[in-house]
């Protein structure tokens, strides 16, 4: 047999993609691209800074400036990239979630076969119990998830230019840290807001809402999606929040919703990331399986949403893409 040389590539491509994900992990846990970017050019100052062996250090670098997330080399000097400005430490950085990806998701993916064999989490294998009471008894990692789904929220500012919010009243169900709602809101100034969340959710919105657009814009309710949703809405959102939950329960998030519009011209808004069984890119496969590792869910077919709104009395109008794969759907009422 004639080795397919291109095959061979193929494979180590694939599976050294779990070395280079630790190996950038590392670089983040060490501060690499904080210490380049505060003039840490050479392998002994990084070395010093981080309290890493100066070889080891060498090692590393050799590898990232080859990945692209840093230029240069020990004798010519270190620099930075737009890859490794991505990873410094401050608001908005990725580097929470390189070290939640290179931790606890990587032990969680230690046990893909499992989760894939038994469609259940992974997670649950490996720290004994499911991923969101873990995080509850973990103030700090539940901390790193949020700045993790923070700083994977980069297309809110693009909600805006897909749906016209001017004059409306928005409700976000289970809108989180009050992110999506404050930037709506600042684009729309005449709009106002409700966010639904689960009570230990509230003051962390609220906060967050105060500070983004004044107190008397927008109200933070507690409550379960699962029994009701604010009456009165023109757009109801539903942001990352379906992925979790059963079809039954959804169909019932969809029917609270249809019912409270305040009429046949409110919307229902829905943001999140699909699959297709067909052409698939590989973030949208990727990330349903990450979530069948850490908590059992999956992401949906457009096809498979359209009928769970269907039986809800609600169709799609139409769809707009939004950066890191993330679809919008714009939903309407069937009107009687
Ligand atoms: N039954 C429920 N009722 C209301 N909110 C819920 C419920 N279950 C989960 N959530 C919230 O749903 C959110 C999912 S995370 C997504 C948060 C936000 N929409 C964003 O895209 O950033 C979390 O804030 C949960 O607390």
């Known amino acids: ?26 670089a983040v846990r060490l501060g690499l691209p904080d210490h ?27 590898l990232l400036v080859a990945l692209g997330v840093f230029e ?24 929470d ?12 993916w230690d046990h893909a076969h499992h989760a894939i064999s038994t469609e259940s989490s992974g997670f649950e294998v490996a ?26 929220s980069m297309f ?21 840290g009050g992110n999506l709602l404050a930037t709506i809101l600042a684009a729309a100034p005449d709009a106002t ?3 639904l969340d689960r009570d230990h959710m509230l003051p962390k919105a609220r906060e967050h809402l105060t500070a983004a657009v004044g107190p008397d814009r927008a109200e933070v309710v507690g409550g379960d999606m699962f029994e009701g949703v604010p009456e009165g809405g023109d757009v109801y959102i539903l ?43 590989v973030l949208p496969a990727l990330w349903d399986l990450h979530l069948l590792v850490t908590t059992g869910g999956e992401h949906r077919t457009l096809d498979r949403i359209a009928r769970l709104l269907e039986r809800a009395g609600l169709s799609v109008e139409s769809t707009a893409e939004l950066p890191m794969e993330t679809t919008a759907l714009i939903v309407a009422p069937h009107t009687p």
């Open 1 to 26: 047999m004639t080795a397919d040389v291109q095959a061979t590539r193929d494979v180590v491509d694939i599976i050294t993609g779990g070395w280079r994900a630790q190996a950038l992990y590392t």
């Open 72 to 95: 240069g080399s020990d004798s010519a000097g270190y620099r930075g990239t737009r890859v490794s400005a991505a990873l410094l430490d401050g608001p908005r950085s990725l580097r």
């Open 239 to 281: 942001c990352r929040v379906l992925a979790g939950h059963d079809d039954e329960d959804v169909v019932g998030v969809f029917e609270h919703c249809r019912r409270a519009m305040a009429g046949p011209s409110s919307r229902l808004l829905i943001l999140d990331r699909f699959v297709a069984d067909e052409d698939s890119t």
């Open 193 to 195: 807001g409700t966010l």
């Open 36 to 62: 380049v970017a505060a003039g840490c050019a050479h392998d002994a100052e990084l070395a010093k800074a981080s309290g890493a062996s100066e070889q080891g250090v060498h090692r590393l670098m050799r």
């Open 97 to 108: 979630m390189c070290l939640l990806y290179g931790e606890e998701f990587y032990s969680a």
């Open 156 to 176: 809110f500012h693009q909600v805006p230019e897909v749906f016209d919010f001017a004059g409306k009243k928005v409700v976000d169900v289970g809108g989180g």
């Open 127 to 152: 720290y004994g119990r499911p991923f969101y009471d873990y995080l509850g008894d973990h103030p700090a990692l539940a901390r790193r998830f949020q700045l993790t789904m923070n700083a994977a």
